[in-house]
């Protein structure tokens, strides 16, 4: 037996009981008479003491030999503290060693193992079995995994069961590229890991499993965007005999318990919003609604005078900043510079200052006048003391622009608080979405959504307009989650594949199983899936879902520890029937 207890367990009430501890040292303090050692296992960090007096030579010599990070077991008495440390549960006590055994040495580690630790994200990934054992991380795995019991247990008890689905698969379209696996035993072929169970989860319908989640790894070879993960867990889900409404009210009842469970907070009704007014509100089909800085369309009330940036614009729009019109020109200046760089793309901001009595000053004042400027107010919903930043152009992107402005403008003035949890429903997205290079309309969530009823004949007239029974969870202006109703029948499905541009052969070919399935009964049915790495590090009040992941990669999707990806040698490339060109 290594320890009787762990190291986070002992108090005054154990003072002169012998007991044994293992772990890790964390500090040791040689005073020459007397020693102290921290021994820090997952629960906590004890106080261990050998001094002149009471320890034999023998055992301080040992003690002499510890570094950082050995890992030793101990056996001794637990003893009152002199000073004691009201910061720590183990404050009020230490340990008197009478048996020292050193399990393992360690090599000094590349960085502290402390809270604040003084190596850098890098380092701390190629030895993150180092950094898992510092609290930060250590506490995001354990609340990781608490979120995880959570959902098991509110699905469970709703009924719904955990079905495993194969990582070796054929290729599912989530709108990425698959990573596929190729197959020794069949020349030439190659599996796809899959970009979610998406099929696989409709399949379990039709068998009859009626309501099935699973929490599962995804994977998607895109181009790494900041805090994206190659592979990625989802909470997903699938139920039959369910309409849009069924599917809403449980997973607000999933979302509510969590917040309640793991945050102790409690929210009411989830307010809604349709794709087409989240766009004309925010600007984003994932709005942030903790703060208010709505859009006001200002093309009726400013396109009627000689200021031709404004009357050649798709669309005018502004947002009143609370407590801008004290802003310095120069802030302005910065504001203008910060709408026009690259990301952003803006080509320039108008501005006018509502002030706080109750006059406007306008970078425009040469072609608006006082009552203009009010409207524009209203249209914002400026009060008096706010600034009026106006961006014009093509309507999407100037939504976009404004939009980012919108967060960027949150999130200097403190409005983005990490406390406070606003969920929305974001209902009604369009069925397709245009690709502007190529011209083709795909699917703006996937191939098996359905069209919302009596809109499937708009599809060979007016594609884009085509509204479907998709819908996404937003929490805190970021998507946690999003599902749809499906198609359910083989017709419905041809006609879908035939405008995504699948011939009925390649439509065969990629989805004959499904198509074939619902030719047996299968039932109406929808779904959704939770990003788990995001929802988690939100519920955990971060910005980084790689905090909460123990092994996540980087932002080129490379694994540093165990370095992959990685060449594989030419006997394994035959195997498998492979050849490449390039060499390492
Ligand atoms: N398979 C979808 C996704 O991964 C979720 C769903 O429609 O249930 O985004």
Sequence with gaps: MYRSHSCGELRASHIHKTVKLSGWVQTIRDKGFVIWVDLRDRYGITQLVFDEERTSKELIDKTKKLGREFVIEVTGEVIERASKNPNIPTGEIEILVQE???????????????????????????????????????ESLIFRHKVAMEVRKFLSDEDFIEVETPYLIKSTPEGARDFVVPSRMNEGQFYALPQSPQTFKQLLMVGGMDKYFQIVKCFRDEDLRADRQPEFTQIDCEMAFVEQEDILNIFEGLTRHLLKEIKGVTIGD?????????????????????????????????QHKEFGIFNDAELVVGIAIPGGASYTRKEIDKLIDWVRRPQVGAKGMVYAKYNEDGSFKSSVDKFYDQEDLAKWAAATNAKPGDLICVLSGDTTKTRAQLSALRMEIAERLGLRKSDEFAPLWVIDFPLLELDEETGHYHAMHHPFTSPKPGQLELLDTTPGDVKANAYD????????????????????????????????????AQFGFLMDAFQYGAPPH?????????????????????????FPKNNSGRDVMIDAPAFIDDEQLNELSLKLDIKS
């Design 270 to 302: 989830f307010p809604r919003i349709t794709f087409d007014d989240a766009m004309r509100k925010y600007g984003n089909d994932k709005p942030d609604i903790r703060f208010g800085m709505e859009f006001g369309e200002l093309n009726a009330i400013a």
């Design 526 to 550: 929808g779904g959704l899936a939770f990003g788990l790495d995001r929802l988690v590090a939100i519920l955990g009040g971060q910005e980084t879902i790689r905090d909460f992941i123990a």
């Design 100 to 138: 020292l055994t050193i399990l393992n040495e360690s090599l000094t580690p590349p960085f502290t193992i402390e809270d604040d630790t003084d190596g850098g994200e890098d380092i701390r990934m190629k030895y993150r079995y180092l950094d898992i054992r510092r609290n930060p991380v250590k």
């Design 473 to 508: 969870l937003v929490l805190n202006g970021n998507e946690i989650g999003g599902g749809s109703i499906r198609i359910h029948d083989k017709e419905t499905q041809a006609i879908m594949f035939k405008h995504l541009g699948f011939t009925p052969e390649e439509a065969k």
